[in-house]
């Protein structure tokens, strides 16, 4: 018998807050209006800054590559890793995103340095 984490009704809230944490990273995400989620997992259609598209799927066992393109999940579960975060994730493919989320976190580092010598 399956674990079930998360209701079905609660997958969609919980791909929703990964999108938003990273929507400023990426070109664009979004769920995927044609692949079904269920109370086991939900999937979402990325687009990284490289416009490189990928299907993930948010699972209990985290976040995990199932395509190279939008609604797709053929790739094997074999080769594609889960990832505890969607930061990881987009840590591991996305060069670009390294790039963007360092930088605002330099911006905020500095911020906080002003802020403190002011």
């Not at 999937?43 to 609604?71: H, P, Q, W």
């Not at 995103?97 to 010598?117: I, Q």
Request: aromatic residues 8%; negative net charge; glycine residues 4%.
């Amino acid at each position: 018998m399956s674990e079930q984490v998360l209701s079905e009704e609660t997958w969609p809230q919980e791909a929703e807050a990964a999108i938003n944490d990273i929507k400023k990273h990426v070109k664009s995400a979004n769920i995927s209006p044609l692949l079904k989620s269920s109370n086991q997992r939900i999937y979402f259609n990325l687009t990284t800054l490289e416009e490189c598209d990928y299907c993930v799927e948010i699972s209990a066992a985290g976040f995990r590559v199932v395509g190279r393109k939008y609604d797709d999940t053929s790739l094997s579960t074999i080769e594609n890793m889960n990832y505890e975060t969607p930061y990881a994730l987009l840590n591991s493919i996305s060069q670009k995103y390294r790039e963007s989320f360092g930088g605002e976190l330099m911006s905020k580092l500095l911020d906080l340095a002003k802020n403190a010598e002011g």
